[in-house]
């Protein structure tokens, strides 16, 4: 899978994430997440997006850009699925 445009998931409303994905020139996943609860699980938050990157085999290098408001790790993967998959160049995938 290759990211090729900008895509997002979730909005600031809904109060669990919004998840933004983009392609970069360096390869592997930068995270920049901004979270209610960074002190207490910003590791593990970072940890289940990136494991999510990783799941789906993106090709290249990947930025996300999180703002989390509490939500929990299976909403943090449907985000991440989501904004990845609006974000392929191509629409072949399966659920």
């Known amino acids: 899978m290759k990211?090729?445009?900008k895509a997002e998931a979730g909005?600031?409303?809904?109060g669990d994430i919004h998840v933004e994905v983009e392609s970069k020139e360096e390869p592997g996943v930068e995270v920049d997440l901004d979270s209610t609860v960074m002190k207490l699980?910003?590791?593990q938050i970072t940890n289940v997006i990136k494991d999510t990157v990783k799941?789906?085999?993106v090709d290249g290098g990947v930025l996300i850009t999180a703002t989390d408001k509490g939500a929990l790790d299976c909403t943090v993967r449907a985000?991440?699925?989501t904004a990845i998959y609006r974000a392929?160049?191509?629409k072949?995938?399966?659920w």
């Open 92 to 94: 072949n995938y399966t």
């Open 88 to 90: 392929c160049e191509s």
């Open 11 to 14: 909005t600031l409303e809904s």
């Open 55 to 57: 799941e789906l085999g």
């Open 3 to 5: 990211i090729s445009t």
């Open 41 to 43: 699980y910003g590791r």
């Open 79 to 81: 985000r991440v699925k």
